[in-house]
Each structure stands twice: as C-alpha cells, then as structure tokens.
C-alpha cells in the first residue's frame, strides 16, 4: 500500500521534499463489529488548505482546523473511493464513496463522514472532489450567501481560474452580473475569456500595476471582491472598491506560508466605503449541501456550467501535484488520480 508521508512540519512554502513516497505493508482488514470499510482510493483532491496543515500548528492556524498532519503519518484529503469491503450496512462493496481518506492506495475508514455517490448522475466520479463537492460548495455558500449578489452588478475573482474561482465566475455569469478574474499566466487568462465567460480577464503576474488593470476593468469601481488571494490584490482592490460593496474572503494563498505577512495599506477604505468584508469556511455550510447539489445539477446537465480539470497520475506524482498549488502550476481544479477504478 504506497503512502504519501510528511517528513517534518514544514516552515515557509511547502516543496516535494517535504513529502515522501513509502510502502506499507501493512495488510488491511475491515475487523468484524468496526463499522468500518476498506476503500480503493481513486482521486485525490489537491487543496491550499493542505499547505496549512503540513506546517506546525499555531493560534491562528488552529482556529479554522483542528487536525493538523503529522510528521511520518500519510497526509490526507479529500478523495473518490471504491468500497472494496464493509462492516457497515449502509455501504456495500462496489459502492463509491467521497469524503476524507489518506493519501495512500487503500484506506480503512469509518464511513460517518463519507458521502455515498448516486451512480444514476452521469458525471466524472472526479467530479466529487471539484464541483460536486466542497471547492462547488465553497463557491456556492461564498457567492451567493456572503456576497449578497443582484443581477447587473460588478464583481472580481483572484485565482479566477482555479477550482473554486471558475465557478464563482460561472454563477457571477448566470446571475447577470460584469464578470473580470485575475489568473497567473496567459493560458489561463485566455481560458477565462473563451471557456468560462468571463466578461474580461488579466494576468497580474505580466501587469504589474493591479490599480490600473483595476481601472481599466472597472471605471465604475467593484461591487463585489471574491478574495482568494490576499496581500498586494487586496490592497489595489479595496482601492476600487464601490460604496457598499462586499468582500467574500475565501481564502489568502499568497499569505500562507509567508514568515511575515503583507501589510494591507488601504483597509480604513472599508471604513470610508462602507464596505462589507466577511470570511467563511465551506464546513460551516455543509448543510446546504443537498440544496447545493439541487442547484448545480441542472447546469451541469443542461451544459451551462464549465468545470476545468487537471488531472495528474500516479500516486507518485502526487507531492509535486500538491506544491504546485503554490506556483500556480495547476489549470482549473487539481486532481491526482490514483486508479481509475
Ligand atoms: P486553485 O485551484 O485556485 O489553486 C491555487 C491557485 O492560487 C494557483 O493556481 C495560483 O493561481 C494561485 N496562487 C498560488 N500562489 C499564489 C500567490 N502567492 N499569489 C497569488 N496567487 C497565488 O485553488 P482553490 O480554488 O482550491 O482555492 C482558492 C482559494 O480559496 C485559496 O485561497 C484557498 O485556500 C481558498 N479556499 C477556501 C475555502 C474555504 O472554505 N474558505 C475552501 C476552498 C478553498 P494563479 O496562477 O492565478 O496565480
């Protein structure tokens, strides 16, 4: 059973080197009485939040999470499995199952918190780690509920074309508002643009000036910021802000894993906008996932909805897969694909 292992709990930016490949030999049976089922992992999910949780636990770390990984155990994450055998009576072999597993070949897991998969949706089971599941919640909770959208509105998306910005951009669309998102590369700005819809796009990392690109964009200001990047964007971004706007605050990658974390110059603007800011995290919603899935399945069926995937293979791939997040390597969602069945 091939593991993904932390060496050490990593300072600064996570690298390959802090992850290690093993195999367990280890054998594993679902014990009579356990509850529990032995799965065949198929897709992982590469997440920023992973980052997090390879570095030392700390005040401000441990509010959102309270199990960090440890060094010389298996990193873990959400994944797509294939029940292979159970000790519980709602799961039976050949069931598919997401929800939280380690990084290896085959778990043994106990299934309270695992979702079993409807086969009778026709999707990719890759689906259930992007936008059938927490990255599709995380959009959907974070535009709709934080940032209090109406039709003709204004909004911008940093990593827009990840695996939750491409999404938020898409519902954006739908609800009719003037859609731009800031991306890494030209590749990915031209995906916003020609895939995904968005109204207009710039890479942040050519054009320097984010107050101009702001500007230009926006000569009206922004009702609505959706922030996952954090520091320098947000900085130009309050600065373009209109009064009353909202700013969603999914997440801050680029501040993760810095020593020292930006100053934010502009923040009395919010004051003198009266801007509304908020932070979430997706497990605070997790009862509006039925409702979610209502939602979104009709687009996805109807083909108004885009989801852009980056599949990687082999479990050995994984740790370059992972870090990758944090140079902006990966196009639309990350996904390491163990097995495909
Ligand atoms: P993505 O698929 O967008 O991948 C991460 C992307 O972030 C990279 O591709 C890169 O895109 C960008 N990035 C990486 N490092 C930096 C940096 N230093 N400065 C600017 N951009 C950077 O990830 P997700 O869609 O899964 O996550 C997006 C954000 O949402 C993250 O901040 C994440 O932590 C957060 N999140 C929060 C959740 C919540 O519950 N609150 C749940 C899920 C995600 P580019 O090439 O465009 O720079």
């Given at each position: 059973n091939k593991q993904v292992i932390l060496k050490d709990y990593v300072k600064g930016s996570p690298k390959e080197s802090d992850l290690l490949i093993v195999s367990s030999t280890v054998e594993l049976k679902v014990k009579p009485g356990s509850s529990a089922i032995l799965v065949k992992n198929l897709y992982l999910s590469c997440d920023p939040y992973m980052g997090i949780l390879m570095g030392e636990p700390n005040p401000s770390t441990s509010a959102l999470m309270d199990v960090f990984f440890v060094p010389g155990k298996p990193i873990a994450g959400i994944g797509v499995s294939r029940v292979?055998?159970?000790?519980?009576?709602?799961f039976s072999k050949g069931d598919f199952v997401w929800g939280t597993v380690d990084w290896e070949e085959y778990s043994i897991i106990n299934p309270t918190g695992s979702f079993k998969i409807?086969?009778?949706?026709?999707?990719?089971?890759?689906?259930y780690t992007g936008i059938l599941g927490m990255p599709g919640l995380t959009a959907y909770a974070g535009f709709?509920?934080?940032?209090?959208p109406k039709k003709g509105e204004t909004v911008f998306i940093s990593a827009a074309s990840g695996a939750v910005g491409q999404l938020v951009g898409q519902f954006a669309k739908l609800m009719g508002c003037y859609v731009v998102g800031s991306a890494g590369s030209k590749e990915k700005v031209d995906l916003l643009v020609q895939?995904?819809?968005?109204?207009d796009a710039f890479n942040y990392k050519e054009e320097h000036d984010t107050d101009s690109a702001l500007k230009r964009c926006f000569p009206k200001g922004i009702d609505i910021y959706f922030e996952n990047v954090g520091g320098k964007m947000l900085d130009a971004v309050l600065l373009n802000m209109k009064t009353y706007g909202r700013i969603s605050v999914c997440g801050m990658i680029s501040q993760y894993h810095l020593e020292t974390r930006d100053i934010v110059?502009?923040?009395p603007v919010i004051m003198f906008k009266r801007l509304r800011m908020q932070g979430f995290a997706s497990f605070d919603f997790i009862d509006r996932f039925p409702k979610f899935l209502e939602f979104i399945l009709p687009y996805i069926k109807d083909g108004k909805l885009t989801y852009v995937e980056d599949i990687v293979e082999g479990l050995e791939n994984g740790p370059a897969a992972l870090v990758g997040l944090f140079r902006g390597q990966n196009i639309g969602k990350q996904i390491l694909e163990v097995s495909r069945e």
């Open positions: 292979i055998d159970s000790d519980d009576p709602t409807d086969l009778n949706i026709n999707v990719p089971l890759s689906y709709y509920e934080i940032c209090s895939k995904l819809g968005f109204d110059h502009n923040l």
